[in-house]
């Protein structure tokens, strides 16, 4: 059972455009919401992270967007550059229960064009 | 170091062969976590060690995987008579305090193909 699903599996954007990836999950445990970049050949990092008390967090060009009701949270890349070309990972941790990893999402190939 | 370190980056095995994989995480780093990362996959949660202590192993996918911390720091991951699905990069992250909610910094992954 996949536990955070991810959309789309892949995204081209324009230069100076709006990245948008999604991200929803059904277990209610869940609260810290982390978004990972991965260059190939490289190991996730850190971009930003979220928890549900607050509906957005905002650090430089990137957004995450947060709806606990709905159970969704988005990833917003502004004025999109080539450099942000990669693949784009949501995952989330349970405050409770369940293993003490990471539950990622399948991924977002994000192609930014010159 | 400045960052999590694994070796080998690329390791290629023959089947039925056994493989050792070093992670060295970030100098006093209590958690220490492994992942596995299919082709085109996000990464799957293998088994989490605080200090020298594995208390969750519920991803490790079969009795063939077996990872060690015993001093705290370095960690080996061991995978017995490899099989084809074991082909796949092993991430190794560590926080710096105990693992929920916790930034973990990843390393750069050890790239396992099972010939």
């Known amino acids: 059972q996949q536990q955070v699903k991810q959309s789309p599996q892949s995204l081209i954007v324009q230069k100076g455009g709006i990245s948008i990836i999604n991200c929803a999950y059904e277990n209610t445990a869940f609260d810290y919401f982390p978004w990972y970049q991965q260059f190939p050949g490289k190991g996730p990092a850190l971009l930003i992270a979220i928890r549900p008390d607050v509906s957005e967090k905002k650090e430089g060009r990137f957004t995450i967007s947060f709806n606990k009701s709905a159970k969704q949270f988005s990833l917003h890349i502004m004025d999109s550059q080539p450099g942000d070309s990669a693949t784009y990972f949501c995952?989330?941790?349970?405050?409770?229960?369940?293993?003490?990893?990471?539950?990622f999402g399948k991924g977002t190939h994000l192609i930014i064009h010159p | 170091g400045a960052g999590v370190s694994q070796s080998p980056r690329y390791k290629v095995a023959k089947r039925g062969q056994d493989v050792a994989l070093r992670c060295d995480p970030i100098?006093?780093?209590?958690?220490l976590f492994w992942y596995q990362q299919a082709l085109g996959q996000g990464p799957e949660f293998l088994t989490y060690?605080?200090?020298?202590?594995?208390?969750?192993k519920s991803g490790l996918p079969s009795d063939r995987f077996f990872a060690e911390r015993p001093e705290g720091s370095v960690s080996t991951l061991k995978i017995q008579r490899t099989q084809q699905e074991d082909s796949a990069v092993y991430l190794c992250?560590?926080?710096?305090?105990?693992?929920?909610?916790?930034?973990?910094?990843f390393g750069q992954g050890t790239r396992l193909t099972v010939v």
């Open positions: 992250a560590s926080s710096f305090r105990t693992p929920r909610g916790t930034e973990a910094f």
């Open positions: 060690f605080q200090n020298e202590a594995q208390l969750d």
């Open positions: 100098s006093g780093h209590v958690s």
């Open positions: 995952a989330a941790w349970p405050a409770w229960g369940g293993a003490d990893g990471l539950t």
